[in-house]
């Protein structure tokens, strides 16, 4: 198995610009987290879906972020309009019971 | 609001110390995961813990589950330098599959 597959790895944009970050699970999974991790906040759940329903997006920063998940083998998370605050590291997770299986992340800087 | 408090934040150790990792919650968990993350990586599942009491090895790694199931130790032996990295436990509460993170250890173990 693949694991899990986000793109892109690395995201350089200009403030007020849209961004979409994109994950692909684990074949057979059936729940999906996205999670931001920075120095100071460590790693934060934004968002999990199961069997594609959004379950908790009680993390989700504000309304400048959304995210799908039109299937069970695709996800998105977009950031519309961009900010110098949202720069961190975005990770995506699938799971199938108790453990998350974790992509190998994006970078965002938003300059 | 779930918190897990991880401690110590940093931990600088010569190889063949010993150390130990503490995880703590006010609330109970359904499940305990640690993870070990690496830099420019995601986390990595190390081990699961359900059941009250729980002990676990891996090689020189021991997990034991409080018997409350509100707290959890990482116990390392004989540390050497490949040891190093970002621990992190993770929990998911017995509401529902949220899968929550602490703020992480950072291990530094020098030769």
């Known amino acids: 198995d693949a694991g899990v597959i986000q793109s892109p790895r690395h995201e350089v944009t200009e403030m007020g610009q849209e961004v979409t970050l994109r994950c692909k699970p684990i074949s057979g999974h059936n729940s999906l987290f996205w999670y931001r991790q920075t120095m100071m906040r460590g790693l934060e759940l934004l968002i999990y879906?199961?069997?594609?329903?959004?379950?908790?997006d009680s993390g989700m920063p504000e309304d400048r972020f959304s995210a799908k998940m039109p299937n069970a083998s695709f996800s998105t998370l977009k950031i519309q309009p961009s900010e110098p605050r949202d720069s961190a590291v975005y990770f995506c997770a699938s799971s199938l019971g108790r453990a998350a299986f974790f992509g190998q992340g994006t970078r965002l800087t938003v300059v | 609001t779930q918190l897990l408090e991880q401690s110590p934040q940093f931990l600088s150790i010569q190889e063949g110390e010993n150390l130990t990792v503490y995880c703590n919650s006010s609330s109970v968990f359904s499940s305990l995961q640690w993870y070990r993350q690496e830099p420019g990586e995601g986390p990595v599942l190390l081990v699961t813990?359900?059941?009250?009491?729980e002990v676990k090895k891996l090689k020189r790694l021991t997990f034991q589950f409080g018997d409350a199931r509100k707290d959890s130790s990482l116990h390392i032996t004989a540390a050497q330098p490949g040891d190093t990295g970002l621990y992190l436990c993770?929990?998911?509460?017995?509401?529902?599959?949220?899968?929550?993170f602490g703020q992480g250890t950072e291990l530094s173990v020098k030769p």
């Open positions: 813990v359900v059941t009250g009491g």
């Open positions: 993770a929990g998911i509460y017995n509401q529902g599959g949220k899968l929550i």
């Open positions: 879906f199961n069997n594609n329903v959004p379950i908790d």
